[in-house]
C-alpha cells in the first residue's frame, strides 16, 4: 500500500448548490459527470495528490458524525476557510494549530456535512 487515502465522496442533497458551495470555498472549477448527479473536485495526481467528488444518491446522506475529510488548505488554510461562511457554510473549528503537523480548522457545508482543511501554515 502507497497511501491510505485513494478517493473520497462528499454527499449532497442540493447537487447545484453543494457545487457552487466548493466552486466558491476551493476557487476552482468542479467538473460535472455528464452521466449522473456527480462532480469532481480538483487533483492533481502527477503531484501526489488523489481526488473526491461530490454526488447525489441513494448511498449519499450528508453528515456531520463519523469520517472527518480534510481538504488541502493550501499555503495558508486562512485563505479557503474565508470564503466559507460567504459561500453559505458555518466554520465550527477556527484556525487550530496541530503542532509540527501545520494547522487544522472544520466547517459544516451547505449540505450538512463536517469537512475540515489542512495546512503546513
Known sequence: MVTTLNW?????TDFDRAKAF????LDAQIHDDPNRQYAYLPADPKKGGFGGAIGIGENFIPSI????VYLDG???????LGRVEKAGGK???PKTAIGENGFIALFIDTEGNKVGFHSMK
Do not use: H, M, Q, R
Not at 473520497?8 to 449532497?12: D, H, K, N, V
Open 22 to 25: 466548493y466552486a466558491k470555498v
Open 91 to 93: 466554520i465550527i473549528l
Open 74 to 80: 493550501g499555503k495558508d488554510l486562512s485563505v479557503p
Open 8 to 12: 473520497f465522496e462528499i454527499p449532497a
Open 65 to 68: 458524525t463519523g469520517t472527518t
